[in-house]
């Protein structure tokens, strides 16, 4: 497999939404141990690509295309 990086487990993390730009579509969640990760709007569970700062979430990570640990399957909690 070129060009990825496989994921062997995955966890449900919980934390909070710290940044959002609807126009963008880009924001940022912060985890309970205090780090943060990046997100789409696409990455958003419900599929309304909208989610307020503020917001309790659970979410996994995973690789992004460029190399980073991004957030995904955002789900209010």
């Known amino acids: ?9 995955t966890w449900t993390i919980h934390g909070t939404v ?3 730009d609807e126009p963008v579509g880009l924001g940022e969640v912060q ?3 205090g780090s943060g990760y990046p997100f789409h ?6 599929g309304s690509r909208n989610i307020d700062v503020g917001q309790k979430v ?3 990570l995973v690789p992004s295309r460029i ?3 991004e957030a995904v399957d955002l789900t209010s909690r």
């Open 1 to 9: 497999m070129t060009g990825t990086v496989p994921i062997q487990r």
């Open 18 to 20: 710290t940044v959002f």
């Open 31 to 33: 985890a309970a141990d």
């Open 41 to 46: 709007c696409t990455a958003i569970a419900d």
């Open 58 to 60: 659970t979410f996994r």
């Open 67 to 69: 190399g980073r640990t």
